[in-house]
């Protein structure tokens, strides 16, 4: 398999380099694209599409929301990371609604940075710890349903229903006690719902529950 390409587009060239630096290290990445500015990068787009883009939240001309829109609209199979200082939800929910697959804040450690990268190219989203469910549950609500029928075609009531159950926040334990089941057989479930969805963490479990109406919003 090929290295991810990959393009940077932020407007403090110190902190460009220091992300360059540290995605130079890593044998699957291809640093493809650089830009200080959203309207910059679209204009270099049109030579040369990267797989993932580092998205700075705050430039100038054009801001890292307004952009990632534009390049969703045109480029569907890019992937957007949004970088940002702000840890803050409006600026999540914002580049998320935009069409951003994952969000990372610029103090993050370069092994997160990697993982994140990975993690959106392979599995399609990404959200470190802060990510609250609530949230993630008010932006999975701006996407429309998928074919729900087909989605959950490869899974049993009792898998729907501990994913229902997951997915309100309910311990291995609790549901254990819940449903009458070993806290091990819960955690087989479990395991088996990461699997089946491709989901690397809760929050990917929440957006494919709701997306094919298991829970609502």
Known sequence: MGRIKLAIADDHKIFRNGLKATLEDCADFDLVLEASNGKQLLGM???ITPDVILMDIKMPEMDGI???NLVKQKYKHIKVLALSMFNE???IVDMMKAGASGYLLKNAEPEEIIEAISTVFYKDYYFNEHLSITLIKQLAGNNQ???AAQSLADFNEREIEVLRLVCQEYSN???ADKI????RTVEGYRARLFEKTRSKNLVGLVIFAIKTGIIDV
């Open 180 to 183: 009458c089941l070993s806290i």
């Open 89 to 91: 939800d409006k600026y």
């Open 145 to 147: 349903p998928g074919n």
């Open 45 to 47: 787009l049109t030579d």
């Open 66 to 68: 307004q952009t990632t």
């Open 173 to 175: 334990q609790e549901i």
